[in-house]
């Protein structure tokens, strides 16, 4: 199982961007996609999540900017981020929470490699 994350690019303060996150492999089901993110010299911080039922929470730093959505039939997941602050430049990962059909009884957790955002004037 791979994730694949893209997207990311240089942005002006108030632009947008929209970073898609793709699973691939023997994937037999996706319970729970995550963005996570880290700015040089933090901590990876939880951006958004989406469960398999469709359920999202976001940070409170980008609530009502980021808008995380799935398309279960491609194992995609993307998030839409708008209005671009000079903070959310960083690297933008995506993680899931993944069972495989060699062992569906079993979840196991799942990094992509990462896609950079920086805003900028």
């Known amino acids: 199982v791979q994730l694949q994350a893209s997207g990311g690019g240089l942005v002006q303060p108030g632009g947008s961007l929209r970073l898609s996150c793709a699973a691939s492999g023997s994937i037999f089901s996706i319970s729970r996609v995550a963005w996570y993110r880290q700015a040089p010299g933090t901590q990876r911080e939880l951006v958004a999540t989406?469960?398999?039922?469709?359920?999202?929470n976001y940070a409170r730093s980008v609530k009502g900017r980021f808008t995380i959505s799935r398309d279960s039939a491609k194992n995609t997941v993307l998030l839409q981020m708008n209005n671009l602050k000079l903070e959310d430049t960083a690297v933008y990962y995506c993680n899931g929470l993944i069972t495989t059909a060699q062992a569906p009884g079993l979840l196991r957790d799942y990094w992509g490699q990462g896609t950079q955002v920086t805003v900028s004037s």
């Open positions: 989406i469960t398999s039922g469709g359920s999202t």
